[in-house]
């Protein structure tokens, strides 16, 4: 089964819609939760939606973005959250903004990662 590990939505919807169609998605692992996410991956998702909210919190207070370390902070919870969801996969789809954490779990257990660049430059 393949589980897809997305920080930003970027286009991952539309993957994980194309593999929940083959009967091919396991866990669709995002860092935040949107109301705009297909029905049908509903059941597959998994969201950290209390780190997600901090963020948005911190934004409307001091207007502007985090500070590198809270950045890092969030980041850090992130992967471990994602990690700790990760159960049986045979290949996780990622994108660069995750860790070589992800990556060095991925190689210990023998999971296949395809870490994808979705902008024009990478």
């Given at each position: ?102 990556a060095n779990y991925c190689k210990k257990n023998s999971i296949i ?10």
């Open positions: 089964m393949i589980s897809i590990v997305a920080q930003g939505k970027f286009h991952s919807e539309n993957i994980a819609k194309a593999l929940k169609n083959k009967n091919l998605l396991n866990k669709y692992i995002l860092f935040y939760y949107s109301r705009l996410i297909d029905k049908s991956l509903i059941k597959n998702t998994y969201c950290t939606n209390l780190l997600f909210l901090f963020y948005k919190i911190y934004i409307k207070i001091f207007r502007k973005d985090p500070p590198q370390f809270l950045n890092w902070y969030l980041k850090r919870n992130f992967e471990n959250y994602a990690l700790s969801k990760v159960t049986d996969e045979k290949i996780l789809h990622v994108w660069p903004d995750c860790s070589d954490k992800i990662t395809i870490c994808e660049a979705s902008s024009a430059h990478p």
